[in-house]
């Protein structure tokens, strides 16, 4: 029988409608092998069905459950109560939304006005390379592949946004900035003039300042201020 | 070998310290200590900014030299030769960090904890010296000789930062913010420490001033008040911009930090070129 833990929630609050934000405390009795995602779901079943936040896959893939607790933006499907209370050394936790864009309730954001900046990076292949008129497959050689293969696992759930001591008034932000280095490492991308012209605009590459908080709660491990720094060094 | 093992063993001592101030513990949980380091470099910067100022008025006194020898009595006393001295953390954090950054991003350095241990330990080395020499108060040293070493240890960083930066396609004042800095950590850190081996050296107006008649002295310093009123300005600018959205407001204030550092930069060659 896993452990369970009393815990306090204190959850940033707003309403749309009325547009008055406040902060609403809530017990939970959870057990330490819940995720964050549960014991919203709990709350919702069990005292507030207007609690509003938000999750797709609850799997760490999609990057849309995204909060910031006790400080720390985070994917609230891949926390375990038991290792929260470990890592924060307490049972009380304050849970706001991400400050990347808009917030539409609670804990949801408009997460459309914070893709926005990534569509800027156009994060295709803007002009592939052709296909090969055999039919066969374009094929990367490890060597190169492992150079990127890193950050194509970047899931734009906005976590290093958030963090990012530069924050997003004159920087796209180091997600943004990934999702087109990424394609510009591709070797089936062929237009690099176009894509190093994105990295180098004025909200570009250079607005990084390698604080490091992309690559420390980036859920998917990538270590963000290495790719731009590579940006920064010229290779491209 | 052991001693490394000794150093791994004090940091976490260190760590858990530092952890105690909420603030400090709060950010090193949620975004690590890079990022408690940055913000420490900024902070650093706008301290070295206002005592630059500070600095550029005392120097102005040297055109009556009575009253800047005035004015040094009465600034020569125990609380201000500790403040003096205690300026030297801000700037040796500042200018090794900045180091760090430079090799971290340009010259592909990924080993950032080890960077990050030397920066402390070369600080705490450097702070220590400076306070040394302070208490001593009466080491010589041949000015050119000090100096020309400086001045060429500082072209050396500069140019090769110049040779690795300039072909890239980040912003010219972003590239020159780093040029100037790798010319700076030699520069101003040789200059702490110039000024802290003999009281007079940076203190009694017939030193000053003897010893800026030397033209090699003026050009060095020529140079170094352009480079730095260019960093301040543009570290300025920089942290301005990650707050304050593009629009009038963020213009106004960037045409400000231009004009005071312009203004400074015209009274500071003023005054070596006067002397």
Same mark, same amino acid.
């Given at each position: ?15 749309p ?9 809530y ?17 919702? =079943?069990?005292?507030?069905?207007t609690?509003a936040?938000?999750?797709s ?5 999609? @990057? ?10 985070l ?11 470990g ?18 309730? =609670? ?8 893709? =926005?900046?990534?569509?800027k ?9 052709p296909?090969q008129?055999?039919? =066969?497959?374009?094929?990367i ?25 530069s @924050?997003?008034?004159?920087?796209? @932000?180091?997600n ?12 089936r991308?062929?237009?690099k003039?176009?894509?190093?012209d ?5 909200d @570009?590459?250079?607005r990084?300042?390698?604080s ?25 | ?12 001592y ?9 603030i ?10 890079? %990022? ?6 900024? *902070?650093?910067?706008?301290t070295?900014?206002g ?7 005392t ?10 020898? $005035? ?7 125990p609380?201000?030769?500790?403040l003096?001295w $205690?300026?030297?953390i801000?700037?040796a /954090?500042?200018?090794?960090?900045g180091? !760090? ?13 080890i ?5 402390v ?6 702070i ?20 020309s ?12 930062? /110049?040779?690795k930066?300039?072909g890239? !396609?980040?912003s ?9 800095? $790798? ?10 420490? /110039? ?19 030397n033209?090699?002295?003026?050009g060095?310093? %020529?140079?170094?008040?352009? %480079?730095?009123?260019?960093h ?7 942290v301005? $911009?990650?707050?304050?959205r593009?629009?009038? *407001?963020?213009?106004?204030?960037t ?6 550092m ?14």
């Amino acid at each position: 029988m896993p452990k369970s833990y009393s815990i306090t929630l204190d959850i940033n609050r707003y309403d749309p409608d009325t547009r008055l934000s406040w902060i609403q405390t809530y017990q939970v009795e959870a057990s330490g092998i819940l995720r964050f995602v549960d014991v919203l779901r709990r709350i919702n =079943d069990e005292q507030d069905p207007t609690l509003a936040w938000s999750s797709s896959c609850e799997h760490a893939q999609c @990057g849309s459950c995204g909060i910031i607790l006790n400080g720390k933006p985070l994917l609230s499907c891949e926390l375990l109560v038991k290792d929260a209370v470990g890592q924060f050394n307490t049972h009380r936790f304050k849970l706001r939304p991400l400050t990347i864009a808009p917030v539409l309730r =609670d804990l949801v954001v408009d997460l459309e006005k914070a893709y =926005d900046r990534v569509h800027k990076t156009k994060p295709y292949l803007i002009k592939p390379v052709p296909y090969q008129p055999e039919g =066969d497959e374009y094929r990367i050689s490890p060597k190169t592949l492992e150079i990127y293969s890193e950050a194509t696992r970047c899931i734009n759930c906005f976590c290093c946004a958030t963090a990012c001591i530069s @924050g997003y008034h004159h920087f796209l @932000g180091p997600n943004v900035t990934l999702a087109n280095m990424v394609r510009l490492m591709d070797p089936r991308e062929r237009a690099k003039k176009e894509r190093t012209d994105i990295l180098y605009r004025e909200d @570009g590459v250079y607005r990084c300042h390698t604080s490091k908080a992309c690559s420390f709660v980036c859920p998917k491990d990538i270590d963000v201020s290495h790719f731009l720094a590579l940006g920064k060094e010229g290779r491209f | 070998m052991e001693k490394a093992l000794r150093i791994t063993k004090i940091e976490p001592y260190i760590i858990s310290l530092m952890e105690r101030f909420p603030i400090l513990s709060y950010y090193a949980t949620t975004r690590a200590w890079p %990022f408690l380091i940055s913000w420490g470099h900024r *902070l650093a910067g706008l301290t070295l900014v206002g005592y630059m100022f500070a600095h550029i008025y005392t120097l102005s006194l040297l055109s009556t030299p009575a009253d800047f020898d $005035a004015d040094m009595r009465l600034l020569h006393n125990p609380v201000f030769s500790f403040l003096e001295w $205690a300026l030297a953390i801000p700037l040796a /954090f500042h200018s090794l960090n900045g180091g !760090r950054l430079i090799l971290y991003e340009l010259f592909h350095v990924r080993e950032d904890e080890i960077m990050i241990r030397w920066m402390v330990i070369l600080g705490l080395i450097y702070i220590l010296i400076v306070g040394f020499l302070s208490i001593e108060e009466g080491t010589q040293v041949s000015v050119n000789v000090f100096w020309s070493i400086t001045v060429a240890m500082s072209l050396i960083a500069s140019l090769i930062v /110049f040779n690795k930066v300039w072909g890239t !396609r980040n912003s010219i004042p972003w590239k020159l913010q780093r040029i100037t800095g $790798a010319y700076m950590i030699p520069m101003v850190l040789g200059h702490m420490l /110039f000024m802290h081996m003999n009281y007079l050296t940076g203190h009694d107006s017939k030193t000053i001033l003897l010893r800026m008649q030397n033209p090699f002295i003026k050009g060095a310093d %020529f140079v170094f008040i352009i %480079f730095l009123l260019f960093h301040a300005g543009y570290g300025i600018f920089s942290v301005i $911009a990650d707050y304050i959205r593009p629009g009038p *407001l963020l213009k106004s204030l960037t045409c400000l930090v231009v004009i005071v550092m312009a203004i400074s930069a015209y009274y500071g060659i003023r005054l070596i070129m006067a002397l």
